[in-house]
């Protein structure tokens, strides 16, 4: 293996050591050395290490060799209707993810993406499982949500899609999140499993109430203009490396959840089966309506040949 | 990156200003790195002031101004001086006091240091304390502010290494009193040596003493307020300082009616003037930084440490040596970042409790703001009390001896740092 | 004071308040339920701008610290050599962050905050430039103030 790598990427994500996602990652690098005899090196930075995820892409846009694990919320900066992958109960599981992936529509975003912006999606397969609301109280209905103020990220997508289901979505940074529980700042998070135990979220909450509103789709990107700078050969390796590790981390974090499951309970946390979904579903109706993503829906839908 | 070291040191030498030497040797990384472009800087430097949690800097500093301006300073020393003032060095020993107070809710050494610089420094100075010692005296006491509950440093440890955060906070509870108790000894010894005037020549009455807490009674009890506003769950601990502005706002111009609007602009002007020096210097070494990570040094370091084949009582020392290095140049929230996940699992596979290792990780950190050539809080104090760093060194010093041996002592009997979390959390 | 030194701190000291107030503000009206979506953002533009015009009224009040034990050592005519050098350095930095500042700004003009889509990104980028070109007259007034004075 070579020492010397023509192509070093600097990788970042935000989430914890822990999190399935950095081994997925690892693995990948591994993956794509060994094809390119270790001409093409990435080097993964966890814990948003290199940066925050918006400097990360300005960065990325500008050709430097950077790349980031990010979602659709993000990209729905650039093309407004790709939030619409973020909203609440537009997909139920990785099968449909994958085929979302095919679509014109999608396929055409992506263009635009790389030839508007200058950001290259390698891939969109990367499925962290689905979002629950975590409280102090059980939570059956989107009507045991009112009042609740439950921390969510701070763009649009993220704050109609929980306003939709019930809740007050409150703006609060990442790292808050563990002292605004305890404090009461906070009522409750809307997270995945895997973030109970990166953050110990235990200790200051009781419930996780399983209302599946989101399933948490990452996108990984790099920039176009270092995408385009490598070899063709070079780029097959990545996008193929970069979609065989996503589909390999979905599946395992299928099967961690339920070991998430146990252990969440283990630590003292109730975990609520029973919540009413058709009833979340049909408020999350509302966040479509807010933002105007009804007409990307339907042409979604239809297009993966749903409906 | 040796290039940048280099230059970086060169500047200081040359006696530029840090924060333009800083700036300078970060910005050559870009133009020498490839890959790398010289807009990146701009973006980096701005980037470190849209972080949230990093507002606590600033509303801390201006809090403390106002408080200035507001008449809780003069009250709250009047009643000390009462308190303390027959013992040698008793502005010292409320300095102490003062906070090991605000340490319960302030969670920002740099934030702390710096309010309390502005707060007693201009009065001790004119009880003939050097401004060396009372700018070492505010940056050590600082540590108080990590250590006691809440606390920034822990927080960031504990959600990176997956560490209760319960229980760090309870555990830094007692090395923090254990700190605040040795600072109190350190503090009374350098009075007698150096003659640091008493106050008062005989203990006062407990009558006077009942009627001067009855008159800063509100100034006494401003910590108490904000703890409960954060208690209460109105404020999570980056809004904590803006509270307390609004609180010194209120009682400057409604309880004391002390604060016109000339104060309130002085105050401000003051504050605007401590913020341009603190967060800019906090803006520009985010480009060190960033070359750091880029370059993978924390990592690497952290391989290294891994690779020793000691005593697990050695290693955590040799770990804690590293990072008291590390941290003469770092920038400790970034040490604290970066070095968590890589010594965490570490000192899991050599059985070391990790909340104890945690409590001294995060103390040792800190003390990287307090020590040359960058030293964050130590910039702040100094410049604050318009002293040298030659100055700030040659009358502080004993104050760095004492939080080591504090640590060292930690280390030796982990049950300091344990007990009371084993207390209050069960398994 | 010149007019711009006034505007320059009376814009920061507005900032700053603004800042304070909306960081306190963010607090309570979480506290009572409303939580403000845009104050958080608004809080850190804010900061943003204090800290870069802030730069420049703690360089004009000689704030910045610096180690001069090794440089108190020569004499008198090298300190003042030294000095110039570093001033001259300085000047070359905040000119190259006030090009790169201003393209960054241009670059980011898509770019908005997350709780305040309306609000373009260039808006708080412009405070580096902005800042540096003041740092840099600040600056480029020390030069002459040291070259007008007699070298002893
Ligand atoms: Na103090
Ligand atoms: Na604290």
Redesign the interface.
């Given at each position: 293996q070579g020492s010397n790598p023509t192509y070093?990427l600097?990788y970042n994500h935000v989430l914890?050591?822990?999190h399935p996602f950095h081994a997925a990652f690892q693995k990948w690098a591994q993956r794509v050395a060994a094809r390119t005899k270790g001409d093409l090196q990435i080097?993964v930075?966890?814990?948003a290490?290199?940066?925050?995820e918006e400097?990360i892409i300005?960065?990325l846009r500008?050709?430097?060799?950077v790349g980031q694990n990010t979602d659709a919320a993000r990209m729905g900066n650039y093309i407004r209707e790709m939030a619409v992958i973020n909203a609440p109960y537009f997909l139920q599981d990785p099968a449909q993810v994958e085929r979302l992936s095919k679509t014109p529509s999608v396929q055409r975003w992506i263009d635009q993406l790389a030839s508007q912006y200058g950001i290259r999606v390698l891939c969109m397969n990367w499925v962290q499982g689905a979002r629950h609301f975590m409280t102090n109280r059980p939570i059956r209905t989107p009507q045991d949500l009112r009042g609740l103020r439950i921390r969510t990220p701070p763009a649009p997508i993220w704050q109609e899609s929980v306003r939709a289901l019930g809740a007050t979505p409150v703006a609060?940074?990442f790292?808050?999140i563990?002292?605004?529980l305890?404090?009461?700042?906070i009522d409750g998070v809307e997270l995945v499993y895997q973030n109970i135990?990166?953050?110990?979220l235990n200790?200051v909450l009781r419930y996780v109430n399983e209302t599946q509103h989101i399933l948490l789709v990452n996108f990984q990107v790099v920039g176009e203009a270092w995408f385009q700078r490598l070899p063709k050969n070079y780029q097959q390796i990545l996008v193929e490396e970069c979609e065989s590790a996503g589909r390999g981390v979905t599946l395992d974090i299928q099967v961690q959840t339920a070991k998430a499951q146990r252990e969440v309970q283990r630590r003292g946390m109730t975990i609520v089966t029973n919540t009413n979904l058709e009833a979340f579903r049909q408020a999350g109706q509302a966040a479509y309506e807010r933002l105007g993503l009804l007409d990307a829906r339907r042409r979604l839908y239809e297009e993966m040949g749903l409906r | 990156m040796i290039v940048s070291l280099l230059i970086f040191l060169g500047?200081?030498?040359?006696?530029?200003?840090?924060?333009?030497a800083i700036?300078?040797a970060g910005?050559v990384f870009f133009l020498l790195t490839p890959?790398?472009?010289?807009?990146?800087?701009?973006?980096?430097?701005?980037?470190e002031?849209?972080?949230?949690?990093l507002?606590a800097i600033?509303?801390f500093i201006?809090a403390g101004n106002l408080m200035n301006e507001a008449g809780v300073t003069r009250r709250l020393v009047q009643f000390a001086t009462l308190l303390t003032g027959h013992l040698a060095g008793g502005l010292g020993q409320v300095s102490v006091l003062a906070s090991t107070l605000m340490g319960g809710v302030s969670g920002s050494a740099i934030a702390d240091a710096s309010m309390q610089a502005r707060v007693l420094g201009p009065e001790m100075q004119k009880r003939g304390y050097t401004p060396g010692f009372i700018a070492a005296l505010q940056g050590f006491t600082g540590l108080l502010a990590v250590m006691i509950p809440?606390s920034i440093a822990l927080?960031?440890y504990?959600?990176?290494g997956?560490?209760?955060?319960?229980r760090l906070f309870a555990g830094g509870i007692g090395i923090g009193l254990l700190l605040a108790l040795v600072f109190m000894l350190v503090v009374a010894f350098l009075a007698k040596k150096r003659r640091y005037p008493r106050e008062r020549a005989s203990p006062a009455p407990t009558r006077e003493i009942a009627s001067a807490f009855l008159a800063s009674f509100w100034a006494l009890i401003f910590p108490l307020i904000l703890l409960i506003t954060?208690?209460?769950?109105?404020?999570?601990?980056?809004?904590v300082?803006?509270?307390a502005?609004?609180y010194a706002l209120i009682l400057g111009s409604v309880v004391y009616r002390e604060l016109g609007k000339a104060g309130l602009?002085r105050a401000?002007?003051q504050?605007?003037?401590?913020?341009?020096?603190v967060?800019?210097?906090i803006?520009c070494s985010a480009l060190i930084g960033?070359a750091m990570?880029?370059e993978?040094w924390p990592q690497k370091l952290g391989q290294f440490l891994a690779g020793l084949q000691l005593e697990t009582t050695l290693v955590v020392l040799a770990v804690l040596l590293a990072l008291l290095v590390l941290g003469t140049v770092l920038d400790s929230t970034v040490m604290i970042?970066?070095t968590t996940?890589i010594l965490v699992p570490a000192m899991k596979a050599l059985g070391v409790d990790l909340v104890h290792f945690g409590v001294l990780m995060a103390l040792t950190c800190a003390i990287g703001l307090l020590t040359?050539?960058v030293g964050l809080s130590m910039?702040a104090v100094?410049?604050i009390m318009r002293c040298?760093?030659?100055e700030y060194l040659r009358e502080g010093w004993p104050l760095l001896v004492a939080v080591l041996a504090t640590i060292l002592v930690a280390l030796l009997f982990p049950p300091l740092v344990t007990t009371l979390p084993n207390l209050l959390f069960h398994r | 004071m010149s007019t711009v030194h006034r505007l320059e701190?009376s814009l920061?000291?507005v900032f700053?308040?603004i800042?304070?107030?909306m960081?306190?503000l963010?607090?309570?009206s979480r506290?009572l339920g409303q939580p403000l979506g845009w104050s958080?953002d608004l809080?850190?533009f804010c900061?943003?701008w204090?800290?870069?015009?802030?730069?420049?009224?703690?360089?004009r009040?000689d704030?910045?610290?610096?180690?001069?034990?090794?440089?108190q050592r020569l004499s008198k005519p090298w300190q003042r050599a030294?000095?110039l050098?570093?001033l001259c350095?300085?000047a070359l930095?905040l000119s190259?962050?006030l090009v790169?500042?201003s393209?960054?700004a241009y670059?980011t003009r898509f770019r908005t905050f997350q709780g305040i889509p309306e609000l373009s990104y260039a808006w708080?980028?412009l405070?580096?430039?902005v800042g540096s070109l003041l740092l840099l007259a600040t600056t480029v007034g020390k030069i002459r103030q040291l070259l007008k004075e007699n070298p002893a």
């Open positions: 070093t600097r914890a050591p822990t080097l930075f966890h814990s290490q290199l940066g925050v400097d300005e960065q500008r050709g430097i060799p609060l940074a790292g808050e563990y002292s605004g305890q404090q009461r700042a135990l990166d953050m110990s200790e | 500047l200081l030498l040359l006696g530029m200003p840090v924060v333009f700036g300078i910005f890959g790398l472009q010289p807009v990146m800087p701009v973006q980096l430097a701005l980037s002031t849209q972080n949230f949690a507002l600033p509303t201006l809440p927080i960031l504990g959600s990176i997956q560490v209760s955060i319960g954060l208690r209460g769950g109105v404020f999570v601990p980056s809004e300082g803006a509270a502005c609004v602009v401000l002007k504050s605007v003037a401590d913020i341009g020096m967060s800019f210097l803006a960033y990570k880029w993978m970042i970066l996940p040359p050539p910039y100094c410049s040298s760093v030659a | 701190e920061a000291l700053l308040t800042a304070t107030s960081v306190f963010s607090g309570i506290f958080i809080a850190t900061f943003a204090a800290v870069f015009l802030g730069a420049d009224v703690a360089f009040q704030r910045h610290v610096s180690v001069e034990i090794f440089v030294i000095k050098f570093n350095l300085i930095f190259a962050l790169y500042g393209e960054m670059a708080v980028t405070s580096v430039p």
